[in-house]
């Protein structure tokens, strides 16, 4: 497969301001006929031919105004039609069959339903189109059905017309009056209902809002709407943005390959981020949910209003739409738990991307498969990107810069470029080295040291911008850190300041401290950087105590256990440093435990060690077995110092209605910590804790937490449990994938055998993506079984790449990463997987996807 660069950009020689497409819809065969207008481009070189793209398409009957022509060509999977002059209308007919679909791209069929996915490059497996970004058309959709089958026909835009047949087919016609791009069309037709609401805008216009379901899912619906409602608002409130059509359509579909699709009018949607109520979702669902309703529905203007030029720009839209979901979580929950979720997220999968052999910078310069890069690194560390423009303007300018973005691009292509020269305009920030961040892949590293000269405080900091795969010289960056300076005495600091450090070496001085003060460092996690300095042990429990900054907080105390498992990880840990180290922790643990300041949702965050992915982040190489010894090692240390205390905030934490505000939500997360410290410390007991919990609970966060920490232990009540919770829930689909992942994530000494278990079991299948990913990526997110020392695990996880490769690449391709890691693998384990990589790399007929990310790998 060629190699695409962002280089090679070209515009495209033609302009298509009118597009209308008939459909005749069919679970087995779908034709499409479509009608382009199409123009010369005035921006771009003419050109004789206008190429379409297509993949596994034939053409029926191609048309140029009006006339059947057969002068067309195929040119590879794209059609080739001459067209001599300025302006002609083209035809062309098309048929697919969407139930042969199984890759989920394009037109698909999904429990008897029609739907769609077309990005990134999805359309052209509809129907002949130049499917770029940068083609900007306005649709008019007709489709066409069988009413009994397909009672339900939804396309982008609004519904102008709708009718029906002699024959028991029915027909609607949608007219989208908002240019877009090939990959935003969207087309469902099925037996769904909906849940209906109105939303008000700001300049009083009244905008229709359904949420369409499967019979019966209805009931489950009314969070999404909760959630898209306040993300409207919201919207307006923060960014000003208010929504332009007079319909916002949601459908859910169980056969998804993503979260979520912001298709015009049209989110598609998994039903694992729409479905919810206490009996069947977390709290940790809830909250995704909300925050992905929000997510698609900010991408109206973060997205479609201003799209991308060329998919090279995808986090123009995606980082900062990750950050306007973010900031809106923030708001409607709380500020501080969020900021430490997102930043646990980027630490545990983001990093290791970036310093792994798929690194790439959030704006990359070339793929071969654009599927690969909807990665942690285009989405959330482009998130964090653009988190610090706005740390360095302030909210107030910042919201000037996206407001002269929004007023400059709308109903534009645009590129990254473009944004950070609004944002520079509009700010008034100098973002010349800024750009760096756009192009420069890998985590900086920011050495701190701290001297003391008279009564100035001097902080010495370093960077070092690694190396990664093309890009083995790099630049430094504009680092800005948030920063506070405690004064050991009266515990208080002289109020935050931001520094920016711009150079490899810069020094930083702080005048009128006779006593060394304590640092806290990049506080609020304002840049993605890792931070290496020197520390004492005591600063750090005093941090984790005190300060203010509820990040930093957390941070002190992770810093506090990262350190002490690296120096034992590293074998430079002696048995007094040991002892020394475990009761600083224990002293900060237990401080968490007993701070009746704080609430219950931050104190269940506080609890949780740091991941072992980001344990493993900290060594040049490393045994996952061993890091995974080392971590469960405290904790079950830790459990055992604080039994008595775990049992009582698991006691304090029992009883009382199911109810969803913060306190409620504190209680539950606390339970699920306790039940996890405890089952470390104290199996047995844990084990009867656990299964009264389970069968007390009134929903399911207490449900899946307690099933969570039983699922690990070898014990009569965890069979009985598992048992339970399938005859439970079965028949519901995203219940019964918790029931797989949780299996295949525990620390159960067997959990290998139970995930090969459950490959056999009736209701897994390959075709369905949750499903698949609910097996094998919580699989290989397991710190012990995938790191299995024979191999077993990884030979696991290439079985299932080759075995769904050819059912759904894209999702196949999802699994490389884990094996990827080879080379900062102990060398025995790395021999292992590089042989599971050459194994699939050796497999004929490898999708594009999949061959890339392994060939990348490889390398
Ligand atoms: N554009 C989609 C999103 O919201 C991709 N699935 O991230
Ligand atoms: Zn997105």
Known sequence: PPVIRREDYAPFPWLLPRVTFDFSLGLEKTRISSRLEVVRNPDAPASPVLDLHGDGLMPLEVKVDGEVINSWVMAGDNLRISLPGEAHLVEVVTEIDPSANSQLMGLYASNGMLCTQCEAEGFRRITFFPDRPDVLSTYTVRMRGDKAQFPVLLANGNCVASGENQDGSHWAEWHDPWPKPSYLFALVAGDLVSRKDRFTTMNGRDVDLAIWVREGDL???????????????????????????????????????????ENKGLNIFNTKYVLAEADTATDGDYEAIEGVIGHEYFHN????????????QLSLKEGFTVLRDQLFSQDMGS????????????????????????AHPIRPDSYREISNFYTATVYNKGAEVIRMMRTMAGEERFRKGTDLYFARHDGEAATCEDF??????????????????????????IIVRQEQDGDTVRLRLTQKVPTTPGQPDKQPMPVPLRIALFDPATEEHRGEELIVLRDTEQSFDFPGYDEAPIISINRGFSAPVSIERDIAREDLVFLAAKDDDPFARYEAMQDLVVSHLVEALRGELSAEDRTKGRAAILQAFTAVLEDSALDDLMRGELMILPSQTYLA???????PQAIHREREGLKTWLAQQCEALLEALHDRAAGGPYRRDAAARGLRKMRAQT???????????AAKMAAAQYHAADNMTDRQSALIALAGLDVPEREEVLQAFYKRYQGNALAIDKWFAIQAQSLHPRALDHVKALADHPDFTLKNPNRVRSLYMAFAANPQAFHAADGEGYRMIADCILALDPINPQTAARFVPPLGRWRRTEPERAALMRAELERIAAAPQLSRDTFEQVSRSLG
């Open 219 to 261: 009931d489950r619906t009314g969070h999404a709407m909760e959630s898209l409602k306040k993300a409207m608002k919201w919207d307006e409130e923060t960014f000003g943005r208010e929504y332009d059509l007079d319909l916002f359509n949601v459908v859910a579909v169980s056969d998804f390959n993503m979260g979520a699709m």
């Open 301 to 312: 203007w973060s997205g479609n209003r201003i799209t991308c030029r060329d998919w090279f």
């Open 675 to 685: 039940l996890i410290y405890l089952a470390a410390g104290a199996p047995e007991k």
């Open 420 to 445: 950070v020269k609004a944002i520079e305009d509009g700010t008034g920030l100098d973002l010349r080295q800024f750009r760096l961040w756009y192009s420069q892949a890998g985590t900086p590293k």
């Open 617 to 623: 982040e900290q060594l040049d190489i490393s045994d």
């Open 335 to 358: 500020e501080p738990v969020k900021r430490i979720e997102d930043v646990r997220v980027l630490r545990s999968i983001q990093f290791p991307e970036d310093s792994g052999p798929l």
